[in-house]
């Protein structure tokens, strides 16, 4: 009798948390739909933005971070997302996509769910997890940052030790005033700060015949392979690096060898070529491992992002 007094109980409970949280989520409706594409399947979904928004948040930054570090990620997302609308990214039948190669990752509450209890937490953890992202939504409803009276390329990634990039580094060169180098402090123990990538020289010179030069041979398994460093950037990664004759650039580096950043050391022994890699992301715009750092160091959202993105204005839009 007891256990089903205590159950009926838990399902009450439950059923009244539910039904708050939805009134408050239809109170801080935008009104404004957004069409999201999924790239799963290619189906096109109409959603209020608040509701794409909190399906973002979790699935770019962990929902364990500190609030105002929610709080700028959500303000990132919001102005990374109407700038893609603005430039019509993805053409006239979608305004953004859930792929965070192309846009920003996305998922919906319950996969979010889904994903958290196959991860183990427990339901008051996922409950104060989704509570954490709607006040991040909820709390800086309408705001986003510009620059010179527009909205910004948003960018932001995982992890910076020290420095963010310079923009002007990579994608074809381009300065942007906003995006440029700045110092990033970070939690040290961040389980991505550090990582290795080891390659037998046999393997080495399969992926570079495959994605450089059909032509790259190392002539003998004992020799190390002719790579080395070609040049930096201004914060201190690698801009290229020279295997043979070709030059080849980091980001491309990042993808033939599956490196999490460009920031790496390059090692050749024990007939191994060794990335060891600092960061993770392109480290263009705000760090998220950053982020999280200076919210615990009692800085608001506001001052995070201006800090992360030179010279801008955080304001709030109707």
Known sequence: MYLILNYNAHKKKQEKYEQAQEKQDIELKANQTIRVKMSKTGEIVA???????????????????????????????????????????????ADICDNFNHCQ??????????IWRGRGFSEDTIKEYWDKVAQAVNETQGVVITYKGEYIKAYFHASSPEKTEDVSQIWGGQRIDYLVSVESKEFED???????????????????????????????????????????????????????????????????FG?????????????????NVIGYGHGIGMSQVGANYYASQNMSYKDIIKHYYTGVDVIKIN
């Open 47 to 93: 959603m209020d933005i608040n509701d794409y928004l909190r399906g973002v948040i979790p699935a770019e930054m962990p929902p364990s971070y500190n609030m105002e570090a929610l709080k700028a990620q959500a303000v990132v997302a919001r102005t990374y997302t109407y700038r893609k609308i603005q430039d019509r990214a993805e053409g006239p039948d």
């Open 105 to 114: 990752a996305f998922y919906t509450k319950d996969k979010l769910f889904e």
């Open 190 to 256: 961040y389980q991505w700060r550090n990582s290795t990538v080891e390659l037998s020289y046999g393997d080495f010179e399969q992926k570079v015949v495959q994605n450089v030069n059909s032509r790259y041979r190392i002539n003998n398994r004992g020799d190390s392979p002719v790579i080395c460093i070609n040049s930096y950037t201004i914060s201190g990664r690698i801009k290229d690096v020279k295997i043979g004759n070709d030059i080849v650039s980091a980001e491309k580096m990042r993808t033939i």
């Open 259 to 275: 490196l999490r950043s460009t920031n790496f050391v390059l090692k050749c022994e024990n007939n191994k070529v060794i990335f």
